[in-house]
């Protein structure tokens, strides 16, 4: 892809990026430009669309295996934003919130795709599991050149 901004002597021209499809990647990949097709966890596998996807399976997966920890992030300095916090048993303190299907707990989703992949890996040393227990798999992109 070709663009011109305002003067004709600037011409900017997209890297073609391709990405194995059938590989997994680990959570510490730079995912900038890509999309989730497929994540698996503790040995189950779960389609996802999107990065707010991701997160939140991996959320709600970490809550079922351990309660009482994934609990303590609701408190923990770690997940406070500028403004409220990344996690909160408090509705009113994360922006654009999406509540657990399976605890009362709201997740700030108005996140981009770097900052979710950082915040899910540090959920994930908090909630003592290994990383390595999450792989992910992109999907395929068209290439416009």
């Not at 920890?69 to 409220?84: E, I, P, Q, S, V």
């Not at 040393?125 to 395929?140: A, F, G, P, S, T």
Request: glycine letters at 2%; hydrophobic letters at 35%; proline letters at 1%.
């Amino acid at each position: 892809m070709t663009r011109s901004h305002g003067c004709s002597h600037l011409v900017y021209k997209a890297k073609a990026l391709i990405y194995d499809t059938t590989k997994a990647y680990s959570i510490d990949y730079d995912f900038t430009f890509t999309k989730p097709n497929l994540i698996e966890l503790f040995g189950e596998q779960y389609k996802v669309k999107t990065w707010k996807d991701v997160y939140i399976i991996v959320c709600e997966k970490l809550y079922l295996k351990d309660p009482y920890t994934f609990n303590k992030l609701t408190t923990d300095d770690d997940m406070k934003a500028r403004k409220g916090r990344y996690i909160s048993s408090n509705k009113e303190e994360v922006r654009k919130s999406h509540k657990l299907s399976v605890a009362d707990i709201y997740l700030e989703i108005n996140l981009n795709a770097k900052f979710i992949c950082q915040t899910v890996k540090t959920i994930m040393e908090k909630c003592n599991v290994d990383i390595n227990e999450l792989k992910i798999y992109l999907r395929e992109e068209e290439i416009n050149e």
